[in-house]
């Protein structure tokens, strides 16, 4: 009888541990009312104590997979079947949603994969074995059998995310963190060709205000937490009624006085419709950091992604955020396989005027594909997919070569600054624009504390972080148009190494990294000497 089920999603250098992966702890809350023991891991893959899981002998495994941690989740689902030779291992998540057939059959470690929303499928499945039923009626699930992959009928959707419970905190108690992830919808009402959210979620469902509210409101009390990231796709969908359910929510944080600082995502277009009144309304509610899905700023890729916003919706979105004092970090796909030089060159025009790429991986980024979404059928008929290769999110060639040798060689430099100085650019993305939208919060507390010490301390490292960031971007960018130049003219590796060593030295970044550290560590200290309240607000982060 299979009673302890095990939930893990195991982090790494590219997966940000200090986010709870919701959707395993929806799962978890959901297993938990009908009755199952259900522990819960989230940890770097090094970090997992493999004691713990011989001491709570799970019966069955679930892990939460993204296309970036198939490495290190399938190492360790390698070293729980060696310890438990009888364990159920099942797979769910992004990955295995899209790539389950390929999963189970090129990896004999997982028995099942679950597809799609996790709830009702893994409990079905754990139902259906319990009870020695037949596998075909589990509708959400792909298995091997007889050396064959079976994909089942998929699940219906949950209409009413009220009906679930609420998802269990375990993971933001034990791993100690300062942010609680809130889901107050699933789905989204765009259809942007290269997004897997239209095949995941399928449609959109949101939460009412008042229980979305009181979600918040339990966690800051229990946990005494103030920092909240809205997981929703596009935050302000639906955007009918004059953004009547935004004003809701927002309204609700208002009248109830909780003191929060809380991020959100938006679609470019959303500034057609909204006026200083509702950003305003937002900013009181405790909106102090957004990501705006920008993806391009040149209308042919915005073409090719399906965007129903233009460049200019992107140039007002982020002018209307940052008036309000809103901290911005913007979604850039920068290379797609259809890039040309010209797209190249006005997307890194704008990204250094916006400041955005002083975020090395906007740069970098290219297209990753999921598979049935209206871009990757595309690729797929242009024949722009790579031949006889095991599925991969960048397995596809760039019709310009010459792009393709520049794609390929940015992302391999900035991850050998990466492994040779401890991912200096990572600390600096995280300080640039995370950190950045609390630490103005922790400004707007200062105030309210009536402390001008403590409200000097904060405005001093805005100011000297936002001077960091403003070298970083202008070298970024300087960097990337020096290489666009170089693979226009004829791609030369040489010539592009001697260009980075000299524009983009690992040494400069690294300097950058312990810079923003030491920033950090004097807003530390000069808080706690100011003004005690802040030692519990800012420990952690």
């Known amino acids: 009888m299979i009673k302890k089920i095990l939930l893990m999603a195991v982090n790494n250098d590219r997966v940000n541990g200090a986010w709870e992966e919701i959707g395993i702890c929806y799962i978890a809350s959901y297993l938990r009312k009908k009755g199952y023991e259900v522990k819960l891991i989230q940890k770097q893959e090094k970090e997992i104590d493999f004691d713990i899981i011989r001491e709570f002998k799970p019966d069955v495994v679930g892990f939460d997979i993204y296309e970036v941690s198939v490495a290190s989740s399938f190492r360790v689902a390698k070293k729980i079947r060696e310890l438990f030779p009888e364990v159920i291992l099942a797979a769910g998540g992004p990955y295995p949603t899209y790539c389950h057939e390929e999963l189970l059959m090129k990896e004999p470690l997982f028995h099942y994969c679950i597809r799609g929303e996790g709830e009702y499928v893994f409990w079905e499945l754990l139902e259906t074995l319990n009870h020695n039923k037949c596998l075909k009626e589990v509708k959400g699930i792909t298995y091997i059998q007889n050396q064959n992959a079976i994909v089942n009928r998929p699940q219906e959707l949950i209409g009413a995310l009220s009906t679930l419970p609420l998802p269990a905190r375990d993971i933001l108690r034990d791993n100690n963190l300062k942010v609680a992830m809130i889901s107050t919808s699933r789905g989204c009402y765009a259809a942007c060709s290269f997004c897997s959210n239209q095949l995941f979620w399928k449609k959109w469902r949101g939460r009412d205000a008042v229980s979305i509210v009181d979600e918040i409101q339990e966690i800051a009390e229990k946990y005494d937490i103030f920092s909240f990231n809205f997981t929703d796709a596009s935050f302000e969908d639906p955007s009918i009624d004059n953004y009547s359910r935004l004003r809701s929510i927002a309204n609700e944080l208002i009248g109830r006085q909780l003191d929060i600082a809380f991020h959100a995502d938006f679609r470019a277009e959303f500034q057609r419709n909204a006026d200083d009144e509702l950003i305003s309304l937002l900013f009181k509610a405790g909106l102090r950091g957004v990501y705006i899905g920008i993806e391009a700023f040149n209308d042919e890729d915005l073409r090719v992604y399906t965007k129903i916003a233009t460049v200019e919706d992107n140039c007002k979105v ?32 704008y990204m250094k005027q916006y400041g955005i790429a002083g975020n090395i991986e906007k740069i970098t980024n290219r297209y990753r594909m999921y598979k049935e979404t209206k871009l990757y059928e595309r690729m797929q008929k242009d024949g722009l997919l790579n031949a006889g290769e095991v599925f991969s999110e960048v397995g596809y060639n760039f019709l310009d070569e010459n792009i393709g040798e520049l794609a390929d060689y940015v992302t391999e430099y900035i991850e050998g600054i990466n492994e040779k100085f401890n991912f200096p650019f990572v600390v600096i993305n995280n300080f640039s624009e995370n950190y950045i939208s609390v630490v103005r919060h922790f400004y707007i507390k200062a105030q309210k504390y009536g402390n001008e010490k403590s409200s000097n301390v904060i405005m001093d490292f805005i100011n000297a972080s936002e001077a960091l960031k403003q070298v970083i971007n202008d070298a970024n960018a300087n960097w990337f148009y020096n290489l666009l130049k170089l693979a226009e003219s004829g791609w030369n590796k040489g010539t592009a190494r001697e260009i980075s060593e000299k524009m983009l030295a690992p040494e400069f970044i690294n300097d950058l990294a312990n810079q923003y550290k030491n920033l950090s560590k004097k807003l530390y200290i000069g808080l706690i000497r100011s003004d005690k309240r802040f030692v519990d607000i800012i420990d952690g982060f």
Do not use: A, Q, V, W
């Open 318 to 349: 982020i002018e209307m955020f940052r008036k309000h004092n809103i901290s911005t970090s913007c979604g850039i796909i920068n290379f797609n396989p259809y890039s040309t030089f010209d797209r190249l060159h006005e997307n890194i025009k």
